[in-house]
T-cell receptor
């Protein structure tokens, strides 16, 4: 059981380049999330998907787009990378039954934009 | 909107001793979850302990326990008999218990506390 799988683990981009971070979960979870982690700021929500076919903005959505491809996969796209997007990115998922569900995280992607 | 504050950027403890990490939060909701996550150098986010706001009893998981003060909106983590493997960044997080609206299980995190364990 792999849980939440993110790719790639590391990436260096030049300013203006684009890339897509991939995320897949095999726990049949409805909800998926993208967070970014910056020093001194904890993790902040970029976008989330409450269920297949829906996506909504989180706290820091500017410069990002997402796609909920199916129930398993939720991708994050940077159309034109900027140095301010240098960060560690986490994908997470949570299951049905909110009273008991906890968030499961991928291993993170360290992205550097130069 | 909910906020979570961890006022201790760094803490240190001697191996085998006890340390307490602080967390305060602000919310107008009455039903919610609070979590402590551990992030070792591997970057993996590991759930340490969970507290449900409607439960008055403080949660415990082996050497980890919390002091949940709902009225004061305080949620501290106590690590007993500290081990070298406890060294990590620790995050406090809040999640609404309401299934409707815009909650959908979103987590609000504190800034994190780096814990160093000295042998």
């Amino acid at each position: 059981n792999a849980g939440v799988t993110q790719t790639p683990k590391f990436q260096v981009l030049k300013t203006g380049q684009s890339m897509t971070l991939q995320c897949a979960q095999d726990m049949n979870h409805n909800s998926m999330y993208w967070y970014r982690q910056d020093p001194g700021m904890g993790l902040r929500l970029i976008y989330y998907s409450a269920s297949e076919g829906t996506t909504d903005k989180g706290e820091v959505p500017n410069g990002y787009n997402v796609s909920r491809l199916n129930k398993r996969e939720f991708s994050l796209r940077l159309e034109s990378a900027a140095p301010s997007q240098t960060s560690v990115y986490f994908c997470a998922s949570s299951g049905p039954g909110l009273r008991r569900a906890e968030a499961f995280f991928g291993q993170g992607t360290r992205l550097t934009v130069v | 909107a909910q906020t979570v504050t961890q006022s201790q950027p760094e803490m240190s403890v001697q191996e085998a001793e006890t340390v307490t990490l602080s967390c305060t939060y602000d919310t107008s909701e009455s039903d919610y979850y609070l979590f402590w996550y551990k992030q070792p150098p591997s970057r993996q986010m590991i759930l340490v302990i969970r507290q449900e706001a409607y439960k008055q009893q403080n949660a415990t998981e082996n050497r980890f326990s919390v002091n949940f003060q709902k009225a004061a909106k305080s949620f501290s983590l106590k690590i007993s008999d500290s081990q070298l493997g406890d060294a990590a960044m620790y995050f406090c997080a809040y999640r609404s218990a309401y299934a409707g609206g815009t909650s959908y299980g979103k987590l609000t995190f504190g800034q994190g506390t780096i814990l160093t364990v000295h042998p």
